[in-house]
């Protein structure tokens, strides 16, 4: 059988059928064609046994060639290591959205055998190669995959079409979606907080008062009942539920009040002190131990003691509220990269994860009682100090909210700052 000049694949000089070489060489003799007539695509043969998994090419064009700037032995080596990551694109039946799936170079190489069995039960493959020829180029692979099982040989007939232009034009789009959702999501939280402010000054001038006076009536009324009858018992749950009114109305004013930070500097083990001292008596009536595990050398904040101390109570007692009979709390002080973590670990029964992704939302809470302000409200203080509050569930325990605050450096009172 007559072999090209510049063949260097295997097929053609091994002992495989007449017939796998028979197609192999037609193949190859169109493929020359093709690239007589000047196009785009730059064609190759793939091929490699079943059993070894081991790629080579069996022809490459010459225009991949002098992409790839290597003799056509070399190519399927050189190809793997320009590759930065494989994306594909699908979209299920009735769904208009097309979905990205990115595959990194180092998961490509592990997961290579999975990835070309599922190739050969589709029978083709469209993918886009992320190069890193001539800075980042894209690449999109279009082909068709055949197996000869008697061989034990799996070819690939493929194209490669450069498809650097489209996809630095799909990334730009996708940078300004992102800048348009940034900016809609700072008009909507501007808005929010107007509304809520204005919200807050009314019901402060409408309700505040009425409750007061609802509450004093009640307590003169309560003082001329005989005590532990019917209508005493019945006042005092107006009264409590007054106070409660009272207390909600209270947090509602402190969440959307504009904050003025003061800063000073604070140990963070002073911090977390204050904290346990705070609630020590509401500890020891729970059955709860507050348990503090840190690391040496930790670095100074530069916080508002008072407001920071606010949330990390709100953050505590959502733990101890996880424990309605008894158990542990572990706080966590770490040094992270320009930052310290605080990781407060409860040992109850965590969060849903569907209710997870609304549990800093003003108002929402799960709980029989309570505003659902606690949260909302550590969350615009430590943002306020430039870090983030998550919570994350754990296995083997309850719930975890992990707070990183960075390193800063300073003195004086910042300017009030909106949430």
Request: hydrophobic share 40%; with cysteine.
């Amino acid at each position: 059988m007559l072999i090209p000049e510049q063949y260097s694949g295997r097929i053609l000089r091994g002992t495989y059928s007449p017939a796998l070489r028979q197609h192999l060489r037609r193949s190859i003799e169109r493929l020359e064609a093709f690239e007589c007539l000047g196009l785009a695509p730059m064609v190759y043969v793939a091929a490699w046994k079943e059993r070894e998994k081991i790629l080579w090419y069996e022809f490459v064009g010459q225009q991949l060639l002098h992409l790839l700037d290597c003799p056509g032995n070399q190519a399927a080596a050189r190809f793997r290591s320009l590759v930065l990551d494989q994306r594909t694109y699908s979209s299920q039946d009735g769904d208009l959205n097309v979905h990205e799936k990115i595959i990194p170079s180092g998961r490509l190489r592990k997961d290579r055998d999975d990835l070309r069995e599922h190739r050969l039960q589709a029978g083709r493959m469209e993918a886009i190669y992320k190069m890193n020829i001539a800075g980042t180029s894209w690449l999109k692979d279009s082909s068709v995959l055949e197996l000869w099982r008697a061989d034990g040989i799996c070819l690939s007939f493929g194209c490669l079409t450069d498809v650097s232009k489209e996809m630095k034009q799909k990334d730009q789009i996708h940078r300004e979606n992102m800048i348009v959702q940034r900016d809609k999501s700072i008009l909507v939280a501007a808005e929010r907080t107007n509304a809520l402010n204005n919200m807050a000054v009314r019901l402060g001038h409408e309700i505040r008062n009425p409750i007061t006076s609802l509450g004093g009536l009640v307590k003169r009324l309560h003082a001329l009942c005989e005590p532990e009858t019917k209508m005493a018992r019945y006042l005092k749950v107006i009264e409590h539920e007054a106070v409660r009114l009272e207390n909600i109305l209270a947090g509602f004013v402190a969440y959307t009040r504009t904050l003025e930070l003061r800063r000073e500097p604070i140990e963070p083990r002073a911090l977390l002190g204050s904290i346990l001292c705070l609630l020590k008596t509401e500890l020891a009536e729970q059955g709860i131990e507050l348990l503090i595990h840190d690391q040496a050398d930790l670095p100074t904040l530069f916080i508002d003691r008072k407001l920071m101390e606010e949330a990390l109570l709100h953050v505590v007692k959502n733990g101890i509220e996880a424990l309605p009979g008894g158990g542990t709390i572990e706080c966590f002080l770490e040094r992270a990269e320009g930052a310290l973590r605080i990781r407060i670990r409860d040992h109850g029964a965590g969060i849903q994860e569907n209710l997870r992704a609304r549990i800093f939302e003003p108002f929402f809470t799960t709980k029989v009682y309570g505003a659902g302000l606690g949260l909302s409200m550590a969350d615009k203080v430590i943002q306020l100090h430039g870090g983030t509050l998550s919570l994350q569930a754990g296995q083997g325990w309850g719930s975890e909210a992990v707070i990183l605050l960075p390193e800063q450096i300073g003195t004086g009172a910042s300017p009030p700052l909106p949430r």
